[in-house]
């Protein structure tokens, strides 16, 4: 697990083109502020979270093919249904301090980037332009 990258993988390099083609201002991995959400911009107050499907538990996945509940390994899987469970209640208690600042908080699974015209359509009606 120490090989896996925390920063600037591929989905949040893709997701950064398409911010920054729909004309978005933001910054990256903004430690003042709760999870240190991949991409925020506090004036606007909205922050994003990159989120990979096994990782965080992606229920109903068509990438990690977990049906109603996240995809579990089956090799130690106490371990590993644990671990997944813990990332999520993280991601759950981050969300909700940020909302609590008055944030909107956005949540982009890493198999929603397949689809990026689908992904656009909702950041321009969800998040506010910068100036």
């Known amino acids: 697990m120490k090989a896996v990258g925390q920063k600037h993988t591929q ?3 893709a997701l950064k083109r398409l911010l920054q083609s729909l004309g978005l201002r933001y910054r990256l991995h903004n430690r003042g502020l709760p999870g240190s959400p991949d991409f925020a911009n506090q004036k606007r107050r ?3 979270f990159v989120n990979g499907c096994f990782w965080h538990g ?4 068509s990438k990690t093919k977990g049906g109603r509940a996240p995809r579990v390994p089956i ?4 371990y590993w249904a644990t671990k ?3 990332n999520r209640r993280r991601d ?3 969300c909700l301090e940020l909302r609590r600042l008055g944030f909107k908080v956005l949540l982009v699974w890493e198999c929603q980037l397949q689809e990026p015209d689908l992904l ?3 950041l ?3 998040l506010p332009k910068s100036e």
């Open 11 to 13: 989905p949040e390099i």
């Open 46 to 48: 909205w922050a994003i």
């Open 58 to 61: 992606h229920k109903n996945c």
């Open 75 to 78: 090799g130690n899987r106490e």
């Open 84 to 86: 997944l469970l813990a």
């Open 92 to 94: 759950a208690r981050k």
């Open 120 to 122: 656009a359509a909702r």
């Open 124 to 126: 321009t009606r969800a």
